[in-house]
């Protein structure tokens, strides 16, 4: 595999755990913050704004998952996918930490 697909692994793992938040807030009737909130990842969006919201991030996350061969390129495309999740979640969990903190 070339360095792009590892790339597009890293990537893919980020919008797919984007995805989660996201989705569960939506379907819970939650409000949550989104880019699309005023003002943008601080002011809190409509469960329906999320619910699409997460779906683009799954659709993204899908098509980098095809480009960087997340399920053919062997353990390293898989180990810098979980790679990329790990990521999002660990800053997510920090930003979200501070929020409740306010």
Do not use: E
């Amino acid at each position: 595999m070339n360095w792009y697909h590892y790339v597009a692994c890293f990537f893919a793992g980020l919008f797919a755990a984007n995805v989660v938040p996201h989705f569960v807030h939506c379907i819970s009737g939650d409000r949550f913050p989104t880019p699309f909130a005023n003002p943008p990842g601080r002011g809190l969006s409509s469960p329906t704004v999320n619910v699409l919201w997460a779906l683009l991030n799954l659709a993204a996350a899908y098509v980098l998952v095809q480009a960087g061969r997340v399920f053919t390129g062997g353990a390293t495309a898989a180990a810098v996918f979980f790679a990329g999740i790990a990521v999002l979640s660990i800053l997510s969990s920090v930003r979200f930490a501070q929020k409740q903190a306010d």
